[in-house]
């Protein structure tokens, strides 16, 4: 055997060894956790009550669809905002990219109960113009999402050559709306889908801002129902939990992949694609 043979072998049950070892961590806990909410209780006479009132619990239903409906809101409101924002600087002024990079920053760096108190009298006359619904939260958690969004789009911009393939798309005749559309959003489109993730994640773990602001959020409900039926808090956050673990291994089968040996052409396919001229 070689050694080059040996090293590879050593190196993969390294890496099974690392997976096996975080997965305990990680599963250890998750089926406590279950065990947790199926025991038989006084309140829980059969193993699967508190799963059952996950759908049954009318005002647990509501927070969960409100926080659905919050994390889609937030990843709309946050690629709109963020990727023609990036992709212009990108593209026109790089010089900003510091600026607006310390922008998002801000939010992480300013604790959330300060971020409340500062933002509870903008609230205000938030929820006079567009109501008091849960949905007014979408503006904060745009702000809070910004830096983790940030970090995946801008590693994505910067593993393509955005301004030649701008220059290249612009020369045959493209608007800036088709280079934006129809040539960088295709070639960063795993760095779009993991910022979605982790704002989805942020969206629904957020208690602090939704407590204090009086919104109720699936968090504050488990927070509420954990008082009177803590099985069912846990079966909550489990499904929670499980619910986080979908959205990445959709994230994996969705995301592109490159495979070793193989050269890709998607930039010089996309641009020619816009004209409609054969790569």
């Given at each position: ?18 997976l ?21 209780t006084?309140?829980n ?100 999402v ?51 993730v ?56 969705v ?14 396919s ?10």
């Open positions: 055997m070689t050694t080059a043979t040996t090293r590879r072998r050593n190196a993969r049950l390294l890496r099974w060894g690392v096996l070892i975080v997965g305990l961590v990680f599963a250890i806990p998750l089926y406590s956790m279950f065990r947790y909410s199926t025991r038989i006084p309140q006479p059969s193993t699967w009550d508190s799963w059952r009132a996950i759908v049954q619990d009318s005002q647990l239903r509501g927070a969960i669809l409100t926080s659905l409906k919050l994390a889609a809101l937030t990843v709309l409101g946050m690629l709109v905002l963020l990727v023609p924002t990036m992709i212009w600087i990108r593209i026109k002024v790089p010089w900003a990219n510091r600026l607006v990079e310390f922008l998002c920053l801000l939010p992480l760096t300013i604790p959330a109960i300060v971020l409340v108190v500062g933002i509870a009298p903008i609230y205000a006359w938030v929820t006079y113009f567009f109501g008091d619904s849960p949905l007014v939260l979408t503006f904060v958690y745009i702000i809070l910004l830096l983790f969004a940030y970090r995946a789009i801008d590693a994505g911009l910067g593993a393509i050559d955005i301004v030649t393939l701008a220059e290249a798309a612009r020369s045959l005749g493209s608007s800036w709306l088709q280079v934006l559309t129809r040539v960088v959003i295709p070639n960063i489109r795993g760095a779009i889908i993991s910022a979605s982790v704002s989805v994640a942020l969206v629904l773990g957020e208690f602090t801002i939704a407590s204090l602001l009086n919104f109720d959020t699936m968090q504050v409900v488990i927070n509420l129902l954990g008082k009177r039926d803590a099985a069912l808090a846990v079966a909550v956050s489990v499904a929670a939990l499980l619910f986080a673990f979908v959205l990445l291994l959709v994230l994996a089968y995301a592109p992949r490159r495979r070793a040996g193989v050269v890709e052409e998607p930039a010089v996309t641009v020619s694609t816009v004209e409609g001229s054969p790569s």
